[in-house]
């Protein structure tokens, strides 16, 4: 997998819409896991969770995050 810099920086400039207490996960890394997962074919939230899960550890590298689980559902919602 080849990290995308410009789509990270672009979705950088992404206002978040959540509440102050729903950021448990950082927006921008949740937005181009979410982008990368729908390349990759997902097509539902369920899909986008487990390119996630199943590629935690690779995305955590490639793109110096720290996400220690994928996220719930309702938090992609």
Do not use: K
Request: glycine share 6%.
């Amino acid at each position: 997998m080849i990290p995308f810099p410009c789509l990270w920086e672009a979705l950088q400039d992404v206002t978040d819409p959540r509440g102050a207490r729903g950021q448990r996960y950082p927006f921008t890394p949740l937005m181009v896991f979410t982008v990368l997962a729908v390349l990759a074919g997902a097509r539902s939230y369920r899909d986008v969770i487990t390119f996630i899960r199943e590629r935690r550890h690779q995305l955590n590298e490639l793109f110096g995050t720290r996400l220690t689980r994928a996220p719930a559902l309702n938090t992609l919602r």
